[in-house]
């Protein structure tokens, strides 16, 4: 079996206090992420929650499948920087993914698990 690459990412376009970055990061850390929520600043200021991390793209592909499926927002995934970024975009509609390609191209894809993970390693082979 071939090792799967490796990808960074940054996961965010989460609110305040959003359950939906301690379910999103509970669905990374299933499929094998290492990630975490990186602590803010405590001055009592409401902390908008961001996941850093890296994961097999197979397993980013599962988790944002997986997340998809039981959210409503959609996501964007932007593969134009060295990390990917993906972020909740509630002006989606379920399951739908808009994803920027290195190249600044774009499509809206609503896709399976095995497309959504076609269309990340289509962007990662030309990084690093």
């Known amino acids: 079996m071939v090792d799967e690459p490796t990808v960074e990412f940054r996961w965010d376009g989460f609110e305040p206090s959003d359950p939906d970055a301690d ?4 669905r990374l850390k299933q499929e094998g992420a290492d990630a975490a929520i990186p602590a803010g600043p ?5 902390v908008v929650p961001i996941i850093l991390g890296a994961v097999a793209v197979v397993a980013l592909a ?7 499926d039981d959210m409503k927002p959609g ?13 909740k975009d509630k ?13 600044g191209s774009t499509r809206l894809e ?10 990340i390693k289509s962007a990662v ?4």
Do not use: C
């Open 23 to 26: 379910e999103a990061l509970y």
């Open 42 to 46: 405590a001055h009592g200021i409401a």
């Open 62 to 68: 599962k988790a944002v499948k997986s997340f998809l």
């Open 75 to 87: 996501m964007v995934i932007d593969a134009r920087e060295e990390q990917i970024k993906i972020t």
């Open 91 to 103: 002006t989606l509609g379920r399951g739908t993914v808009l994803f920027i390609d290195k190249d």
């Open 110 to 119: 609503n896709p399976n698990s095995e497309k959504l993970t076609e269309l």
């Open 125 to 128: 082979s030309g990084l690093k």
